[in-house]
């Protein structure tokens, strides 16, 4: 079992930043990806951005050059840098860990991102 902790999220006006981490803990494999998903209202979960153990990234097209994720593997954290938000950004964020060893996706709980004047 895998427990990720999320943190960061709040109230931004429009071109603001906002920094998510995620710690993750319990059974840990040191072969990993990483990433968030957002839930928008009325829509359903997608990618944002994903980060293997060894450093790969992925991007949905919507972030591209506004969002950066990283990770620290000595602390098993996953971060989502956001920057230039928009109010199309608004969502529920949730950390994604995902285990190569059973293919198995662990989740959190989520943190509300709402991006408004």
């Known amino acids: 079992q895998v427990q990720l902790v999320e943190s960061g999220g709040g109230l931004v006006q429009p071109g603001g930043s906002l920094r998510l981490s995620c710690a993750a803990s319990g059974s840990i494999f040191s072969i990993n990806a990483m990433g968030w998903y957002r839930q928008r209202p009325g829509k359903e979960r997608e990618l944002v951005a994903d980060?293997?153990?060894?450093?790969?990234?992925n991007y949905a097209d919507s972030v591209k050059g506004r969002f950066t994720i990283s990770r620290d593997n000595a602390k098993n954290t996953v971060y989502l840098q956001m920057n230039s938000l928009k109010p199309e950004d608004t969502a529920v964020y949730y950390c994604?860990?995902?285990?190569?060893?059973?293919?198995?996706?662990?989740w959190g709980k989520g943190t509300l991102v709402t991006v408004s004047s």
């Open positions: 980060i293997s153990s060894g450093g790969s990234t």
């Open positions: 994604n860990y995902y285990d190569f060893r059973y293919a198995m996706n662990y």
